[in-house]
C-alpha cells in the first residue's frame, strides 16, 4: 500500500548544489586521475624491469613480464573493490566491478603464460610444479595457481541465489590465497626483491594493498552508527528503513543516487548494500527503501525506532550532480526507483528548473510505489512521469510491454531540441537495463550520456 503523504519537501536550497559545469570537470578529471593511477600501477613495474634488463633471452624475459604484469594485476583486482571511496566515486560501480572481473580473468591468462614461459626457458622446471618434490617458492607458486582457477571457475558461475555471503566470503578467502601466496612466491624466489630499483617497486606494489586493505577495515570499524527514526512500509514487499544521524551536521554527506552498505552490527562480517532514496539536502536523516527479498532485507523490516544500523557509505558515482545536463531522463525498474527517488527529492528541493522525464516499469499495479509523491513532485519541478506495466489488470488504462523506441520518443517528444543535452538513467535488473541500452542505441542516444546501475552485481 503506497504511503498517502508525500514525502516532505523543504525550501529550495541552490547553495547545496556545486555549478554543474564545475561538478562535470572535477568528475572528469578524478577520472582521468584514477584511471592514470591504475594504468601505472598495472604496468609500471614491467616497464622499469624492461629499461633496466637489457638484452634478454626472449623465453626469460616473456617470463618475466608475464609475472610481474599477474603481480600487478592482482594488486590492482584486490584493490578495485575495497572500497576506496575517491576511486569509486569518479569510476562508478559497475566500471569498477567490469575491470574488477576482466583483470581478474587477464591475471588468469598471464599466470598460466607465466609457468609456460618459465618451462619453456628451462625444461627441467617443470618438478617446480609438483608440490611434494618443489622447493618453497615452486609451493607458493602452485597454491597461488590453484587459488586463481578456483577463483575463476566460481566467477564463471556467479553468485547464486541464497549463497551470497558464502560466496563472498569464499571469495575473499581465495583472493587473500592468491595475493598471499604470490607475494611468498616472489619473495622466496629472491630474483628481482634484490635489484636496487626493483626490489623498492614491488615493495611499493605490497605496501599499496597493505594501505588500501587497513584503510578498508579501519574504515569499516569507524562506519557512522545511525538509529532507527521509523520503518515505513510502501507495498506488501517493500519498506522504507530511516535512520537518523546523531549529532548535528553542517550539510549533505552523500550526492543523489548514490548507494551505502549498511549492518546490523557494529563489527558483523554481514552486510549489503541499498541505494539512499533520501534528498540529499536532508541533513539529520538518510532513507532506504528495500524490497524483503532475503533474511538480512527481512530483519530491517522488524528493527524498531532507536536501535543502531552501521552505515558504509556514500558510493558510487550514478548521480546527475557529475553531468552537465539540461535535463534527465530517468528509466527505473521496481525497486529501482530509489535512486531516481534521490534525484527527484533533491531537484525539489534545490528548486531545480530542469526537466525531468520519468519513465517506472513494473510488474503490475501493485508493484507501482511512490505514486501519491510523484504526484505531489509534479508541482514542484518540471516533472512527467510514465508508467509502464508488464502484467496490466483489466482496467489499465497505461502504457503496457517493454520500454521500446516508439515508448522512449513519446515520452521525450517535448524534448526534442538539438541543443539541449539530455542525460539517461537506468537502474533496475540486468535484463532491464540491456534491453533499454539497446534501445537507446537504436534512439542514437550516445554512450556518454547513459548511465546505468544493475542489482544483483554486488
Same mark, same amino acid.
Given at each position: 500500500?503506497?504511503?498517502?503523504?508525500?514525502?516532505?519537501?523543504?525550501?529550495?536550497?541552490?547553495?547545496?548544489?556545486?555549478?554543474?559545469?564545475?561538478?562535470?570537470?572535477?568528475?572528469?578529471?578524478?577520472?582521468?586521475?584514477?584511471?592514470?593511477?591504475?594504468?601505472?600501477?598495472?604496468?609500471?613495474?614491467?616497464?622499469?624491469?624492461?629499461?633496466?634488463?637489457?638484452?634478454?633471452? *626472449?623465453?626469460?624475459?616473456?617470463?618475466?613480464?608475464?609475472?610481474?604484469?599477474?603481480?600487478?594485476?592482482?594488486?590492482? /583486482?584486490?584493490?578495485?573493490?575495497?572500497?576506496?571511496?575517491?576511486?569509486?566515486?569518479?569510476?562508478?560501480?559497475?566500471?569498477?566491478?567490469?575491470?574488477?572481473?576482466?583483470?581478474?580473468?587477464?591475471?588468469?591468462?598471464?599466470?598460466?603464460?607465466?609457468?609456460?614461459?618459465?618451462?619453456?626457458?628451462?625444461?627441467?622446471?617443470?618438478?617446480?610444479?609438483?608440490?611434494?618434490?618443489?622447493?618453497?617458492?615452486?609451493?607458493?607458486?602452485?597454491?597461488?595457481?590453484?587459488?586463481?582457477?578456483?577463483?575463476?571457475?566460481?566467477?564463471?558461475?556467479?553468485?547464486?541465489?541464497?549463497?551470497?555471503? /558464502?560466496?563472498?566470503?569464499?571469495?575473499?578467502?581465495?583472493?587473500?590465497?592468491?595475493?598471499?601466496?604470490?607475494?611468498?612466491?616472489?619473495?622466496?624466489?629472491?630474483?628481482?626483491?634484490?635489484?636496487?630499483?626493483?626490489?623498492?617497486?614491488?615493495?611499493?606494489?605490497?605496501? $599499496? *594493498?597493505?594501505?588500501?586493505?587497513?584503510?578498508?577495515?579501519?574504515?569499516?570499524?569507524?562506519?557512522?552508527?545511525?538509529?532507527?527514526?521509523? /520503518?515505513?512500509?510502501?507495498?506488501?514487499?517493500?519498506?522504507?528503513?530511516? *535512520?537518523?544521524?546523531?549529532?548535528?551536521?553542517?550539510?549533505?554527506?552523500?550526492?543523489?543516487?548514490?548507494?551505502?552498505?549498511?549492518?546490523?552490527?557494529?563489527?558483523?562480517?554481514?552486510?549489503?548494500?541499498?541505494?539512499?532514496?533520501?534528498?540529499?539536502?536532508?541533513?539529520?536523516?538518510?532513507?532506504?527503501?528495500?524490497?524483503?527479498?532475503?533474511?538480512?532485507?527481512?530483519?530491517?523490516?522488524?528493527?524498531?525506532?532507536?536501535?543502531?544500523?552501521?552505515?558504509?557509505?556514500?558510493?558510487?558515482?550514478?548521480?546527475?550532480?557529475?553531468?552537465?545536463?539540461?535535463?534527465?531522463?530517468?528509466?527505473?525498474?521496481?525497486?529501482?526507483?530509489?535512486?531516481?527517488?534521490?534525484?527527484?527529492?533533491?531537484?525539489?528541493?534545490?528548486?531545480?528548473?530542469?526537466?525531468?522525464?520519468?519513465?517506472?516499469?513494473?510488474?503490475?499495479?501493485?508493484?507501482?510505489?511512490?505514486?501519491?509523491?510523484?504526484?505531489?513532485?509534479?508541482?514542484?519541478?518540471?516533472?512527467?512521469?510514465?508508467?509502464?506495466?508488464?502484467?496490466?489488470?483489466?482496467?489499465?488504462?497505461?502504457?503496457?510491454?517493454?520500454?521500446?523506441?516508439?515508448?522512449?520518443?513519446?515520452?521525450?517528444?517535448?524534448?526534442?531540441?538539438?541543443?539541449?543535452?539530455?542525460?539517461?538513467? /537506468?537502474?533496475?535488473?540486468?535484463? $532491464?537495463?540491456?534491453?533499454? *541500452?539497446?534501445?537507446?542505441?537504436?534512439?542514437?542516444?550516445?554512450?556518454?550520456?547513459?548511465?546505468?546501475?544493475?542489482?544483483?552485481?554486488?
Amino acid at each position: 500500500m503506497t504511503r498517502p503523504v508525500p514525502h516532505p519537501v523543504t525550501a529550495p536550497l541552490r547553495r547545496d548544489t556545486p555549478p554543474p559545469a564545475d561538478a562535470w570537470l572535477a568528475h572528469r578529471r578524478a577520472r582521468t586521475v584514477w584511471g592514470s593511477v591504475l594504468v601505472t600501477v598495472l604496468v609500471g613495474p614491467s616497464l622499469i624491469w624492461m629499461l633496466r634488463s637489457g638484452p634478454q633471452p *626472449l623465453l626469460h624475459q616473456l617470463s618475466v613480464l608475464t609475472g610481474l604484469l599477474a603481480l600487478s594485476a592482482m594488486v590492482i /583486482v584486490a584493490v578495485l573493490p575495497s572500497r576506496v571511496r575517491g576511486l569509486s566515486g569518479a569510476l562508478g560501480l559497475e566500471t569498477l566491478l567490469g575491470l574488477h572481473r576482466r583483470l581478474g580473468v587477464l591475471a588468469g591468462v598471464l599466470v598460466a603464460l607465466h609457468l609456460a614461459c618459465v618451462v619453456a626457458d628451462h625444461p627441467e622446471r617443470v618438478g617446480l610444479l609438483v608440490p611434494l618434490a618443489a622447493p618453497a617458492r615452486g609451493q607458493a607458486a602452485t597454491l597461488a595457481t590453484i587459488a586463481v582457477v578456483v577463483l575463476l571457475v566460481l566467477a564463471l558461475r556467479g553468485v547464486r541465489s541464497g549463497s551470497h555471503e /558464502v560466496w563472498r566470503w569464499l571469495h575473499l578467502s581465495l583472493a587473500a590465497v592468491v595475493v598471499g601466496a604470490s607475494s611468498l612466491h616472489v619473495l622466496w624466489l629472491n630474483n628481482l626483491v634484490g635489484d636496487a630499483v626493483m626490489g623498492p617497486v614491488l615493495g611499493g606494489l605490497g605496501l $599499496l *594493498l597493505v594501505a588500501v586493505l587497513v584503510l578498508r577495515w579501519g574504515a569499516r570499524a569507524a562506519t557512522g552508527e545511525f538509529r532507527v527514526h521509523v /520503518v515505513r512500509p510502501e507495498s506488501p514487499t517493500v519498506s522504507t528503513l530511516v *535512520l537518523a544521524r546523531p549529532g548535528r551536521h553542517a550539510g549533505p554527506w552523500f550526492r543523489p543516487g548514490q548507494f551505502a552498505w549498511l549492518r546490523l552490527e557494529r563489527m558483523s562480517v554481514e552486510e549489503h548494500p541499498f541505494t539512499i532514496a533520501s534528498s540529499a539536502s536532508d541533513r539529520g536523516r538518510v532513507e532506504f527503501t528495500v524490497r524483503h527479498t532475503g533474511d538480512f532485507a527481512g530483519r530491517l523490516r522488524e528493527l524498531r525506532r532507536g536501535d543502531p544500523v552501521w552505515v558504509d557509505g556514500p558510493y558510487g558515482s550514478f548521480t546527475p550532480d557529475s553531468v552537465p545536463s539540461t535535463g534527465l531522463v530517468l528509466i527505473a525498474g521496481g525497486v529501482g526507483i530509489t535512486p531516481m527517488m534521490s534525484m527527484l527529492r533533491t531537484a525539489a528541493d534545490r528548486g531545480d528548473r530542469r526537466p525531468y522525464r520519468l519513465v517506472v516499469h513494473a510488474r503490475d499495479r501493485a508493484d507501482l510505489l511512490f505514486r501519491a509523491e510523484l504526484a505531489h513532485l509534479r508541482t514542484l519541478i518540471d516533472l512527467q512521469v510514465t508508467e509502464v506495466l508488464r502484467r496490466p489488470s483489466a482496467d489499465w488504462s497505461g502504457a503496457t510491454g517493454p520500454i521500446d523506441t516508439a515508448l522512449l520518443a513519446a515520452v521525450l517528444t517535448d524534448l526534442d531540441d538539438p541543443a539541449r543535452r539530455l542525460d539517461y538513467f /537506468v537502474c533496475g535488473r540486468p535484463q $532491464l537495463v540491456g534491453d533499454v *541500452l539497446a534501445t537507446l542505441t537504436a534512439l542514437g542516444v550516445p554512450d556518454d550520456r547513459v548511465h546505468t546501475e544493475q542489482f544483483a552485481q554486488v
